[in-house]
């Protein structure tokens, strides 16, 4: 149907109906309204353009492993965000260089892409870079303006008119906005959203902690791979058969590169570089800690682990970096914040400030509250930077400054666990060195616990330094503790280096001493006939030199040497000869031990009235004199004593007393033996289950402390009443069994009086 308004437009027209035509000669975007004849002008008005959606993140690293627990942290975050409604979404991930945070960006952004339909933006901020300077905030705006489809020629000139239109830009869109490799929190402030849905991941090689008070963002920290995951970073890399051939160049890598992703994928690059090479070859030369750093390098910045380094080191005040290298310098697996400062020569609140300094920049790490860990390969790092940039007198100063600390703190928690016994003053310590006081037992404990492998490792370093006075000073400084723990092959090493050192000091005096100690570490390790040598020289040089009173201890060591033999009629004879002694020189201290000793092995020859007339005189001394170990030890004879005489109900009772003052110590070596009588009572009582626990306590601490005698032969006993405990059972004998004949009663265990 033709209506009037067609036919007046044809007229128009001037044209033929069947030549009008309607055609789109153009692209178009949107609906095309066809119109049949239009009256008047024509206006056209351009619809709203289509936000550009950017796609700048860099490709997803090849190989990847591990990372669960962080990658499923990430994806939480981001849940909740998506649940509370929160505008923006920020992740700081940090952590040392070369410990994989770009990596584990990049992996997860490409995991979740999807959820993030209106692009991702990405920019490396070279923070920290060995080479070029860091990308501004200003030269990242544009940037990602840029990338949002914004023109140069109308992009705004003033830095915070530019931040204002990336905000607007980027408002209400799901983008993910990755800033890598930030110096600080400045660095990136203006780069994140306003309020939008936008999610953001920053990495740095510090801790930002303005970006989480601040913005809200969630801290995580990578820490190194696991060995396992490690493992499988080389797979990945090598390949399994290649890895799988040569399991031992494998384990070299994995203990050179201490699960530094970084670092392991330079030996894979290197390896790969000559894949018909054994892997054993590149192995050997990783080996060499001294020139490990330099085998770490695969010819490209990216891949060279020294450069990694030095952008951190860079970054840090001169203060921090000589502190840093400091701490490379020293011994031990980590470090506490005092001796810290004896070894900076610094106060303690100056120390935590620089330390806190490294930390945040994730060169050391702070594991428990005032003790300090620095990775292996920051390790070598720090050392070289030390040795490059400070004087041999001034690194020597530090590590004798920190020898001193762990010496006279040594010394001091020697002092509170035994005040009485035989022991070496040092001399006062190097300017700058500032010990601490341990002024009760509890604390000395707590102390050398923690800092016992530092305590060692300081040790070592003063022997290569040949430290002589040092050496031979540690090695009675840490003799109660050791054997109160149990720490037997530890002395041994610790007396065998100080009795060296005492030869080299040329003093008679000083040898007497250190031959006895290295003996008595023997003794109580089975080398009894270096025991009785060392002993002997001991003996003659205390005689040379009349000191009656290096004279009595080492009777009281041959006592104890002879007493581990089985030779009882020896140890006592020596025993009494050290008691006669320590009483011509008035010290009652060392005559109450003296009683000890002489009732331990006279009871062992069956000499029970002379046994109890020495422990009560014994225990009345150490009662007076404060002693509590000593009164344990008393009270174990009297234990001991009743055992003998089948008086059991009086050993659980002097046990019960001694056990409690054992732990309340820390004398774990005596609480073992006391346990192992205790069992002894109680299987003899018929008492099979308070026996069992009994001993299975001990056994425990038998182990712990690599007493394997003692283990094999209490294992044994243990194995013969858990059969006799479950043939009571299989014939329905309920509760306790038939107590033992004396005849048949349990040999009392060996070991009590050391002291």
């Known amino acids: 149907m033709t209506t009037e308004h067609d036919s007046q437009g044809r007229e128009l027209l001037g044209a033929d109906v069947s030549e009008v035509r309607n055609e789109v000669s153009a692209p178009v975007e949107g609906h095309v309204v066809q119109a049949g004849v239009v009256h008047g002008g024509v206006h056209l008005h351009a619809g709203r353009e289509r936000p550009v959606v950017p796609h700048q993140l860099p490709a997803a690293p090849r190989v990847f492993t591990g990372r669960a627990g962080e990658l499923t942290a990430l994806t939480a975050a981001l849940d909740d965000a998506a649940e509370t409604g929160a505008t923006v979404m920020i992740s700081a991930l940090g952590g040392a260089g070369g410990i994989g945070k770009t990596w584990l960006a990049l992996h997860w952004a490409h995991q979740h892409i999807d959820r993030f339909p209106d692009g991702q933006l990405f920019v490396d901020l070279r923070g920290f870079t060995p080479v070029g300077e860091p990308v501004t905030a200003a030269e990242a705006v544009r940037g990602f303006l840029s990338a949002l489809g914004v023109d140069p020629a109308g992009m ?17 869109r799901r983008l993910l906005i990755v800033l890598d490799n930030a110096r600080d929190t400045p660095h990136v402030t203006p780069l994140l959203p306003g309020d939008s849905a936008c999610t953001v991941l920053v990495t740095s090689r510090r801790q930002l902690a303005g970006l989480v008070t601040t913005h809200g963002a ?70 060499d800690h001294t020139t490990r750093l330099d085998e770490l390098d695969a010819g490209e910045i990216p891949l060279n682990l020294r450069a990694a380094f030095s952008s951190s080191y860079e970054a ?103 005040p009485h016994r035989e022991s070496v003053a040092p001399a006062p310590p190097r300017p700058g060195c500032r010990p601490q006081p341990l002024p009760d037992e509890t604390r000395a404990l707590a102390w050398l616990d923690a800092e016992h492998p530092c305590l060692m490792a300081a040790q070592r370093l003063a022997v290569e330094r040949r430290w002589h006075r040092a050496v031979w000073q540690l090695a009675p400084t840490l003799h109660t503790y050791h054997w109160r723990r149990g720490l037997l092959s ?8 100080g009795l060296a050192a005492a030869r080299q000091l040329g003093d008679e005096a000083t040898q007497a001493p250190a031959h006895r100690l290295l003996a008595e570490a023997c003794a109580l390790t089975g080398r009894h006939t270096e025991a009785m040598d060392r002993l002997h020289q001991a003996l003659a040089l205390a005689e040379r030199t009349a000191d009656v009173r290096s004279q009595a201890h080492t009777h009281r060591v041959l006592a104890w040497a002879w007493g581990q033999q089985g030779q009882a009629r020896s140890a006592l004879e020596h025993a009494t000869r050290s008691l006669a002694l320590f009483q011509a020189v008035e010290d009652q201290e060392w005559e109450a031990r003296g009683f000890n000793q002489s009732a331990w092995y006279s009871a062992q020859l069956g000499h029970f009235e002379q046994a109890q007339a020495y422990c009560e005189k014994g225990l009345l001394l150490h009662r007076g004199h404060g002693n509590r170990n000593g009164e344990a030890l008393s009270l174990g004879i009297y234990a001991y004593l009743g055992l003998c005489t089948g008086r059991y109900a009086d050993v659980l009772e002097h046990g019960r007393q001694a056990l ?47 007493r394997s005698g003692e283990a094999r032969g209490l294992q044994v006993q243990l194995s013969e009443l858990i059969e006799r405990e479950q043939g009571r059972e299989q014939a329905g004998e309920p509760g306790a069994g038939e107590p033992l004949s004396p005849e048949n009663a349990p040999r009392p265990p060996d070991g009590l009086p050391h002291e």
């Open 490 to 497: 530890h002395q041994v090493a610790v007396a065998g280096d």
């Open 316 to 418: 840090l005040t001169s203060e921090a970096a000589v502190l840093l290298g400091l701490v490379g310098l020293a011994p031990g697996p980590d470090i506490g914040l005092p001796a810290t400062a004896s070894l900076a020569g610094l106060s303690v609140p100056r120390t935590r400030a620089l330390l806190r300094e490294l930390e945040t920049a994730h060169l050391v790490s702070q594991p428990s509250p005032g003790r300090y860990r620095m990775h292996d390969l920051i390790r070598l790092y720090a050392s070289e930077q030390a040795h490059v940039h400070q004087t041999a007198d001034s690194r020597d100063d530090a590590l004798r400054r920190l020898v001193d600390f762990y010496l006279h703190t040594a010394y001091a928690g020697d002092q509170a666990l035994d």
């Open 660 to 706: 409690g003052l054992l732990r309340d110590i820390g004398n774990t070596y005596h609480e073992a033996v006391l346990l192992h009588g205790i069992g002894q009572a109680h299987a003899a009582l018929g008492r099979f289950g308070q026996a069992r626990e009994a001993w299975e306590q001990a056994l425990e601490l038998y182990r712990s402390q690599h």
């Open 156 to 172: 705004p000139t003033d830095l915070d008119a530019q931040v204002g239109l990336y905000r607007s830009l980027v408002a209400d």
């Open 218 to 287: 969630r801290p995580l920290d990578l820490d190194v791979l696991p060995a396992a995951e490690a493992r499988q970073l080389l797979a990945g890399h090598l390949g399994d058969a290649r890895v799988a051939a040569e399991p031992e160049a494998v384990e070299a890598f994995l203990e050179c590169c201490g699960g530094l992703p970084l670092a392991l994928s330079i030996v894979a690059a290197r390896a790969t570089a000559h894949p018909s090479f054994p892997l054993r070859l590149l192995a050997e030369e990783l080996r």
